[in-house]
């Protein structure tokens, strides 16, 4: 394969890795015509910019049931990387967690390779058969439940049940609205899981862009009351983020930078 320049070959990396599924890092360098060194590099930087996850010795197409951006849409990946470290800055070795299906939660994953002796559910396939290729071996625990094809997860009576007879550290959960008197809101009228996750856990950490305020939905899903941490990106207004402050919800604003 002919040299093209390093955006071109790391959108070409990213391509192949979420077309192809695990590559190691010796194929890539073969295939690119570029040194081991380079394409370590190269996989870090799309892993942060949340085009592909980093697994050891290679890397591996995103977990969530959305396929991956493009380059061209790398604010909103910027961003998603950037909640996905922040949010994996509350957690400590030995942390029992919830992990909620979808892309801004799936964020989190690749930071916890940080961590050891993890207990981790979730009612996303694709987040466990992630987990169960890692490294470090969390301990994964599955809602079970009706599968949900729309939302590519686990949802009903039986989900709820079995994540009621645990208790967790945290919950990372997703939103697909928010509004800013009430709390999370969705189009979705079962929202019975999302509940049960939120209560299963000693601290409840809502991670979603900023963009979320935008989207006015009937359904309350957790009220502000139920969450301990707002989790999102630097776009927030001043005024927006005073005023879930003052719900009593701890915001957290992820950088890009990490700063």
Sequence with gaps: MQKRNTQQRRQAIADWVNEHGHVQVDDLAAQFSTSEVTIRKDLTLLAEQGLLVRQFGGAAPLPAAEPPPKTTR???????????????SLLH??????????STTASILPHLIDFSRLVVM?????????????????????????WDPQSQSFQGHMAEKVTHA????????????????RGTTTFNELTGLTETMAKAAREVAVVAESSK?????????????????????SEIAPSVKQAISEQGVKVMIATPNGE
């Design 74 to 88: 790398t604010s909103l990946s910027r961003q998603k990387a950037a909640i996905g470290h922040c949010a994996a």
């Design 93 to 102: 070795n030995n942390a029992r967690i919830i992990i909620d299906s979808g």
């Design 213 to 233: 305020f935008d989207h006015r939905m009937p359904n309350l899903e957790l009220p502000w009351q139920s969450i301990t941490y707002l989790i999102t990106d």
């Design 122 to 146: 979730t009612n996303s396939l694709n987040v466990a058969n992630y987990l169960t290729q890692q490294d470090n071996e969390p301990t994964v625990l599955m809602t079970g439940g009706t």
């Design 166 to 181: 645990y208790s967790f550290d945290y919950a990372f959960i997703g939103a697909s609205g928010i509004d800013v008197a």
